[in-house]
Each structure stands twice: as C-alpha cells, then as structure tokens.
C-alpha cells in the first residue's frame, strides 16, 4: 500500500445517506433521539467538506432496515487495496457488512473478512503512518484483534491492541491522527501510555468529544463548539473545519465514523 502519509492523504470518500430510521440508532445513553432531518444536515456540511478537501465522495443509498448504517466506518477497514469486512460487535449492526461489501468492489480488488467469533468495529481503529492500533472495547474483542493484525502482518503493517478508555464507545472516540508523528487525545487517553511513543496534544478538559477529529488531507475536521480544543489546533498551525455534531453524538457518533476515507 502507498505509505506517505497513509493516515491522512486521501482521494477518494465512501459515505452513506442517513436512513429515517437514525433516530433509533444505538446509544449507551438515551438523551434524546436525533431529529432525521436536522442530522441529515449535519451529514450534507460533512460531505461538502470532504469534498471541499479534495476527495471524490461516492454516495450510497439509506438503508432503513439499519438505522446505524451512516456510519460507515464501523463493518470496513480500508488498508490500501485490501477491505477488510469487519464484523460489528452491536447484533443490530452485522448485516451491514453484507450489504457494504458489493459497493466496494469497484474501488478494492482485495478483500479479507474477520470471522466469527470475532469481533472488531472500525471505530476501534486507529491507522497511523507506523501502525495499526486495534482498541478493545465493548465492540471489539480479542480473538477479533488477533485475526485483524494477522491480516494487517500480511500487508507488512504492524498491529498492536490496546484498552479503548473507559467511558467511551470506541478508541476513535478518543483520538485522531494529526499528523505522521502527532495524535489528538483526552488526557485519560494520554495519560495511559498507550500512545507514549507519539507526540500527543490533549483535548483541554471538558472538551473531550472534540478528540474525534479527522485530518483529510490540509485540513483537520472538528466538532463544532469547542473553542479551546480549536484554538490550540490553530496554534499547533493545523487548518481546522469546525462542523456540526450535535445529532449524531446523540448516538454517541462524531465526525470520523460517517466516512471510508482511502487513497486510490
Ligand atoms: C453505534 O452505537 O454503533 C452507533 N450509534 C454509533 C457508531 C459510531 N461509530 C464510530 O464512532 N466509529
């Protein structure tokens, strides 16, 4: 696979239109359902920034039978020309492998599977420009890391797992890749170790959800509303998007899950 930049450098954005059926995605906690359209929204600012980015965004259909189905990220890892078909660990979200796997045939002539028992949600996965690390948490599981990092050791790409933190649904919810040595992260995050070789920035407190971001390319996209978290991003000189989450974390989503992003 093409390795400058790997874990930012994109062409190419795969996303999913929300389904009606979103205000009964999953969420550990229930404040409230998130209003369909005004989440649809959101998704349109998203799209028009990948695309303002640069990427080619290729747009599926909803499905309703999946109400979590726009997030896309969970069933598939791209790993250059190899998808990896992961297997959710939420039951409601399984079948969503099946019906992404043929949309990907155009863009990846190579793909692999994680089996059963195992399971592994894209959201665990943190792609850096050394490594793959694989969270384990209450979506991902260990014989779900081990098949994933022999697939990754099969593409000579190194893979190590660690504890996602306690309190968030998967490792993504608690950092980002900001560059080829930097990571964004909570401070619980930082202050494990798990990324002690990085150069890490911690999200300023009370600004946790912001450490979902993503670096497409130039620019770093962040959730809307925290300032401070923005402004030592300006700081740092990266060229921050600010859009709106505030549906989508409903369901304890934020900006990384809603899009494959991969290099063609
Ligand atoms: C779920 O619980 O699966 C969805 N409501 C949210 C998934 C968010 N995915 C992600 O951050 N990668």
């Known amino acids: 696979m093409p390795t400058a930049a790997r874990s930012y450098r994109f062409?190419?954005?795969?996303?999913?239109?929300?389904?009606?059926?979103?205000?009964?995605?999953?969420?550990a906690v229930d404040i409230g359902a998130p209003d369909p359209d005004a989440l649809a929204r959101e998704h349109a600012r998203y799209l028009?920034?990948?695309?303002?980015?640069?990427?080619?965004?290729?747009?599926?259909?909803?499905?309703?039978?999946?109400?979590?189905?726009?997030f896309v990220e969970d069933p598939v890892l791209c790993l250059g020309?190899?998808?990896?078909?992961?297997?959710?660990?939420?039951?409601?979200?399984?079948?969503?492998?099946?019906?992404i796997e043929p949309e990907l045939e155009p863009f990846f002539p190579e793909r692999a599977r994680i089996d059963a028992p195992g399971f592994v949600d894209g959201g665990d996965l943190l792609l850096t420009e050394r490594e793959l690390v694989i969270g384990l948490s209450l979506r991902t599981d260990a014989e779900g890391a081990r098949q994933l990092a022999e697939t990754a050791a099969g593409r000579g790409l190194s893979a190590r797992q660690a504890a996602a933190p306690a309190g968030v649904l998967h490792l993504k919810s608690a950092c980002a890749v900001l560059d080829e040595e930097t990571l964004l992260m909570?401070?619980?995050?930082?202050e494990s170790g798990v990324f002690s070789d990085y150069r890490c920035l911690v999200?300023?407190?009370?600004?946790?959800?912001a450490a979902n971001a993503v670096r497409v390319n130039d620019v770093l996209l962040l959730s809307e509303g925290y300032p401070r978290t923005a402004q030592m991003l300006a700081q740092a000189d990266y060229r921050v998007v600010a859009l709106p989450t505030t549906e989508v974390r409903k369901l304890d989503a934020g900006l990384s899950c809603m899009s494959l992003r991969f290099a063609r």
């Open 203 to 209: 999200v300023p407190d009370g600004e946790d959800y």
């Open 81 to 99: 020309d190899l998808a990896v078909l992961l297997r959710p660990g939420a039951p409601s979200r399984l079948g969503e492998v099946g019906a």
């Open 48 to 70: 028009a920034a990948l695309d303002a980015a640069g990427l080619a965004v290729h747009v599926l259909p909803p499905l309703e039978d999946f109400p979590d189905s726009v």
């Open 186 to 190: 909570t401070r619980p995050l930082a």
């Open 11 to 27: 062409t190419d954005a795969l996303v999913r239109m929300p389904a009606k059926s979103v205000a009964q995605g999953l969420r």
